[in-house]
């Protein structure tokens, strides 16, 4: 059975990083073709896809925010982190991870996260 | 970036009812879209991938379609199970972009 869960701070302030984690189970990053995503959602509004790891350690960004965020994963490849430098308001949102069908860069999110809220505020 | 316009924003139907969302896409992505349903409160759920392909444990009442760049999700026999808000992905080309929800209600 494939589960995967977010953690974060909850509330951090305009210009700190945000770091998140997506522990996970029922898969293994280190198995070929394995790719874990990260997407957000603002209150009310529609989704956006931020950043994805593979098994092999490869990295995919969105550009509109690709000098802002960090992905990695830990040595046993159960866990994938996400940090988000000088955040501001418009950071506030749900962040989900979700396990991608990934093939030579196109795929689909099969299994996601049941999501974590971030709020900035001063 | 590839834009994703999904109509209608909002959808009230009745039980039973044929149900139909689309997702226009700026440019050829091929068969790379894929259908989630997000009810609320909750995360996304894979409904369609592949633009027709069903995702295991889905109803048969949901299929997807494609003419050209405009793909289709269609509910066949829409259930009160069913309310939530649809999304779009193309994930063709990056950044994977999402369309703008469909809000499903009951009539």
């Known amino acids: 059975q494939v589960t995967l869960k977010e953690s974060g701070p909850g509330m951090l302030q305009p210009s700190k990083t945000l770091s998140l984690t997506c522990s996970f189970s029922g898969f293994s990053l280190s198995t070929s073709g394995m790719v874990v995503s990260w997407i957000r959602q603002p209150s009310g509004k529609s989704l956006e896809w931020l950043a994805a790891i593979d098994w092999d350690g490869d990295k995919y960004y969105n550009p509109s925010l690709k000098s802002r965020l960090t992905v990695s994963k830990d040595t046993s490849n159960t866990q994938v982190f996400l940090k988000i430098t000088s955040v501001d308001i418009a950071d506030t949102a749900t962040y989900y991870c979700?396990?991608?069908?990934?093939?030579?860069?196109?795929?689909?999110?099969?299994?996601w996260g049941q999501g974590v809220m971030v709020t900035v505020s001063s | 970036d590839i834009q994703m316009t999904q109509s209608p924003a909002s959808l009230s139907a009745s039980l039973e009812e044929i149900v139909t969302i689309t997702c226009q896409a700026s440019?050829?992505?091929?068969?790379?879209l894929s259908w989630y349903q997000q009810k609320p409160g909750k995360s996304p759920q894979l409904l369609i991938y592949g633009a027709t392909s069903l995702a295991d444990g889905v109803p048969s009442r949901f299929s997807g379609s494609r003419s050209g760049t405009q793909y289709s999700l269609k509910i066949s026999r829409l259930q009160v199970e069913d309310i939530g808000i649809y999304y779009c992905?193309?994930?063709?080309?990056?950044?994977?972009?999402f369309g703008g929800g469909t809000k499903l209600e009951l009539k």
């Open positions: 992905l193309q994930a063709y080309s990056a950044p994977w972009t």
């Open positions: 440019q050829d992505i091929g068969n790379w």
């Open positions: 979700a396990r991608t069908v990934f093939n030579y860069g196109r795929g689909y999110f099969d299994y």
